[in-house]
Nanobody
């Protein structure tokens, strides 16, 4: 199987920064798209940023968040700057993993809470 483990969430004051990381392990041949999503209670999960050959950001985070990937270590990072109280949600990483055993599948992390105080 493939497992994704997230780290880096926590509590920060408005205007501050946090860096989220997500590491994949298991039967991995390659990883196509890596991304971060977030979900508020009672709402649908929404895209924050993705990275493959290029990057894609939600309008709400453009200019504040930076997504990057470490292909050698199967990791994706999200540098979050100028955080706002409305960024307070649970963040999930997602990877499209190519496995010689399981084929190509989407995998999700367990979620990490980010709380921005005003």
């Amino acid at each position: 199987q493939v497992q994704l483990v997230e780290s880096g969430g926590g509590l920060v004051q408005a205007g501050g920064s946090l860096r989220l990381s997500c590491a994949a392990s298991g039967s991995i041949f390659s990883i196509n798209v890596m991304g971060w999503y977030r979900q508020s209670p009672g709402k649908q999960r929404e895209l924050v940023a993705t990275i493959s050959g290029s990057t894609n950001y939600a309008d709400s985070v453009k200019g504040r968040f930076i997504i990057s990937r470490d292909n050698a270590n199967h990791k994706v990072h999200l540098q979050m700057n100028s955080l706002k109280p409305e960024d307070t949600v649970v963040y999930y990483c997602k990877m499209v993993v190519v496995s010689t055993v399981f084929g190509t599948r989407d995998y999700w992390g367990q979620g990490t809470q980010v709380t921005v105080s005003s």
